[in-house]
């Protein structure tokens, strides 16, 4: 006869702690399902998905390389701006819709790779590098739209490239959802199969003694920048596409789901660290929220007070208990 | 007479591990009270007990015939009982006056004086150990010997009651381990109380007037130095003879594998010349600051040399960072395992394959059984105490954490191997296995260079010998030439004259 040992309550507390972000989203959704009309609609399901989470997700899973490698990246609104003004520009034109895309996408590269210089060559911390980046990013934008004028192309005459993308499906699945599953499937073997994803998580960790390993400091967090830059051009190309124009410094209020999603995500792992399953719930709890609170009527404000509320709670659950069980 | 300290029945668990069971320990005033036990006892826990830095599980605590409830670091201060953590760090961004005055800084009105503090500093540091150090040094710019002298100041400083040092002469050479001595028996005979952690057995029997035994989180005994010997306290903890201290082996030396002409640092070492061969354990010795540890930086490209030339297979190279050193084929054991050696939050297993992933993977990805089952091999043959390659390295025992700084050297098969302090921290057996080990990757053909505060580790490990001084060699010996006690009077400068009219 085997004897099991009874579960104890230390065991269930830290599960409760470990698995606080699914209890959290798990309610939320019941709560929501049974309080606001038409959550738990098909209809709104997709918008919730294909406009909200489809977004933020490409974005918090550059965000969650970066702060897996101990570093912070304020300059993805500029990523997904600049991608999407030249891709925009592009377009207007009269480039194919391929061209514009890889347009787009060479914008976000290069401001990944200034971040990268910034950081390596002038060894400027990552906060700092990228903050400027943020600020030079802007007034690039507002200088080359008159202060910041949108750019619409809604005209029939630039009909065309968009059509393309916007009919483009996999099996009734629509591009941007097939786009997102490609970033997360690539994110996720980059970070948590490869080798580069122990880099990180070493450079995370501790720079100096990933640095006294043999591990090459810079290349690596250059990739990670570049990385992070360049799945926010992405979005950029995403949300461009969909509305048909760019209006300027329309990726700046991404910055901080991203951000949020990632942290919120680290209370899944049992390290605490940043990791693609983590950020994913991070950004369906934050998405699902914004919506159930919209639906039952609370206006933006409120709505970010109840997230600030929520946000606290899971955190405070996870790594509360956490402290509580050592 | 009531007990400086009184710890009894004292359990602690994290979460499935258990640290200490029902232990005991009782120090009395006016004596010097030795804490031993292998890596992974519980030393550091019932210690970080005492401090208020972990919360018992259960058990009493008394001091100085007061019942303390909760403890929080401040309230034990206030006792006057005070700490040398193993791993407690000082802040590397303060200056060493204010390390030493943290928390009690001399005053002129609200403000703190600097110069008052700055002048105290230094007279405490030259009074308890003859050291001259400008107070103004960062702490980040210390070694870790001058680290730990500048914490055993700062409890000095706050006239401490009750001491308790926690493995406080790792990486101290031997002249700092006499001051602190001098020291210590200073204090005990003031009638204060001492707790003192060590692994270096000889250090037990110099200085402590009984001991308390840990295994396994339990006490298991208490006992005179002087009257059981230490053999018998050796087996006491970890249940083997200690007879096998230094595992010989017969040395296969083959062709040169790195070479040294005339290098020089400025204001480190100059002029060095020396060659290391294939098989072979050179030991470098010498006393603190005298070079030894820059010449190894410079080998694994932490610093560049002014000149002279460094050959690898015959071949120049010039490592301008430590990648290109380890790419290379040359690794290091580094002395400061906190700064650079582990990653104390990532795990057993991430830590000791992140310097030979390249090995473990195909196409970019890791192979991770190939992974497993290299770490699992290694924490085996080392004896690594831990519930499995997953748990983090913040969690293990300072001697444990060593152990895993040195496997993830053993599995990225270098060329050169440059062993600074490898068994700092590390109890009597798991010592033996890194020995083994060395032996081992020397008959493999691999090259050493061993670093060691521990000159008999030296003398017995060594095939050959050098000496520094001053940022110059000054003399070699071959394995059996000499012995510790002359090899650090040669260290020391004392027979410099003496050796070369001879
Ligand atoms: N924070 C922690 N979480 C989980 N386990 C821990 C933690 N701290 C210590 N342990 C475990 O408790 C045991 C005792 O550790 P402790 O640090 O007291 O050993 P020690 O006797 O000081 O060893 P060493 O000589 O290596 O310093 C070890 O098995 C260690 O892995
Ligand atoms: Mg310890």
């Known amino acids: 006869m085997t004897t099991l040992a009874k579960p104890r309550l230390r065991f269930s507390l830290d599960t409760v702690s470990n698995y606080a972000v699914i209890i959290a989203f798990a309610v939320v959704v019941v709560i929501f399902s049974l309080t606001a009309d038409g959550f738990l609609t098909g209809s709104n399901l997709m918008n919730l998905i294909s406009n909200k989470v489809v977004l933020l997700a490409i974005i918090a899973l550059g965000m969650t390389i970066v702060i897996g490698a101990g570093g912070i990246d304020l300059s993805v609104g500029v990523s997904i701006d600049l991608s999407s003004m030249i891709f925009i520009m592009m377009i207007a034109a009269g480039y194919a819709g391929f061209f514009a895309i890889m347009g787009g996408l060479a914008a976000a590269f290069c401001v990944g790779l200034a971040n990268a210089i910034l950081i390596n060559k002038l060894k400027i911390n990552p906060f700092l590098a990228t903050l400027g980046v943020l600020f030079i990013g ?19 005459e630039y009909a065309a490239p968009f059509d393309a993308i916007a009919r483009t499906n996999l099996a009734g699945v629509p591009a941007p959802i097939i786009v997102m599953i490609l970033c997360i499937i690539a994110v996720y073997l980059a970070l948590h199969r490869s080798v580069f994803g122990r880099y990180v998580a070493a450079l995370g960790a501790q720079a100096e003694v990933a640095r ?92 970010q007070v109840g997230i600030g509320v929520l946000v606290f709670l899971v955190l405070g659950l996870s790594f509360g208990l956490k402290k509580r069980s050592e | 007479m009531t007990a400086a300290i009184e710890m009894r029945g004292i ?22 009270h030795g804490l031993i036990g292998a890596n992974g006892a519980g030393k550091s826990t019932i210690i970080k007990i005492l401090a208020g830095i972990y919360a018992r599980t259960s058990g009493t605590v008394t001091v100085m015939g007061k019942e303390m409830g909760v403890i929080t670091p401040a309230t034990i201060e206030a006792e006057g009982v005070h700490f040398i953590h193993q791993d407690r760090l000082l802040v590397p961004t303060a200056t060493v006056a204010e390390a030493i005055f943290l928390r009690n800084e001399p005053r002129f009105g609200p403000f703190i004086s600097y110069r008052q503090m700055n002048r105290q500093a230094s007279e405490l540091l030259r009074q308890y150990f003859d050291m001259e150090l400008d107070p103004r040094t960062l702490i980040s710019d210390l070694s870790t010997a001058q680290q730990k002298i500048v914490q055993i100041t700062r409890a000095l400083a706050n006239k401490a009651k009750v001491l308790v040092l926690d493995e406080p002469t790792a990486a101290l050479v031997k002249k700092e381990v006499d001051n602190l001595f001098v020291v210590l028996r200073r204090l005990k005979a003031e009638g204060r109380a001492i707790v003192f952690i060590s692994h270096y057995m000889a250090e037990i029997e110099e200085i402590c007037d009984v001991v308390t035994v840990l295994r396994n989180g339990s006490d298991v005994g208490v006992v005179t130095p002087a009257d059981v010997g230490i053999a018998k306290i050796v087996e006491m903890m970890t249940n083997r003879d200690a007879s096998e201290m230094y595992p ?23 002029d060095v010349s020396f060659d290391l061969y294939e098989g072979e354990i050179l030991g470098i010795t010498g006393l603190l600051g005298s070079g030894d540890k820059d010449l190894l930086k410079a080998l694994f490209g932490q610093v560049t040399p002014d000149s002279g030339e460094i050959m690898l297979n015959g071949k120049t190279v010039h490592f301008r960072t430590p990648v290109q050193a380890v790419r290379n084929g040359v690794a290091k054991i580094p002395e400061d395992r906190r700064a650079h050696g582990v990653a104390t939050g990532l795990s057993v297993g991430e830590n000791i394959s992140l310097a030979s992933l390249d090995q473990m993977s195909s196409r970019g990805f890791v192979q991770r059984d190939a992974e497993a089952r290299n770490v699992d091999a290694l924490i085996a043959e080392l004896g690594i105490k831990t519930p499995g390659r997953h748990t983090l390295v913040k969690n293990l025992s300072g001697g444990n954490q060593q152990k895993v700084v040195v496997a993830k050297w053993l599995s990225c098969n270098s060329q050169v191997y440059l062993l600074d302090e490898p068994t700092v921290a590390v109890d009597v057996g798991a010592k033996v296995e890194i020995y083994n080990l060395m032996n ?29 001084y001053r940022g110059e060699i000054i003399a070699e010996y071959q394995r059996g030439e000499i012995d510790a006690n002359r090899l650090l009077a040669v260290a020391s400068g004392a027979a410099l004259n003496q050796k070369e009219t001879a």
């Open chain 2, 248 to 270: 010989r082996r017969e040395p296969v030396i083959g062709k040169p594998a790195l070479s040294v002409r005339n290098l020089t640092v400025a204001g480190a070492f100059q």
């Open chain 2, 11 to 32: 359990t602690k668990t994290f979460g499935p591990v258990k640290a200490l069971t029902d232990a005991t320990l009782v120090v009395q005033p006016g004596t010097i």
């Open chain 1, 138 to 156: 802007q007034s690039i934008q507002r200088l080359s739209t008159q202060g910041g004028v949108p750019i619409y192309l809604t005209r029939a």
């Open chain 1, 212 to 303: 006294y390993s043999g591990i090459r400091v810079a290349f690596n967090l250059s990739v990670v920048f570049i990385a992070c830059a360049v799945l926010s051009g992405i979005t950029g190309i995403l949300l461009s596409s969909t509305v048909r124009s760019y209006v300027p410094f329309a990726g700046d209020a991404f910055l901080l789901d991203a951000i949020g999603a990632t942290f919120i995500g680290t209370a899944i792992s049992a390290e605490r660290r940043p990791s693609v399953i983590g950020t994913l719930l991070g950004v369906l709890l934050l998405a699902v929220m914004r919506n159930g609170l919209l639906l039952i009527g609370w206006n933006f404000f409120w709505q």
């Open chain 2, 440 to 468: 081992r990757l020397a008959l493999e053909g691999k090259a050493l260079i061993f670093l060691s505060s521990d000159l008999e580790e030296i003398t017995e490990m060594c095939d050959r010998t050098l000496v520094i």
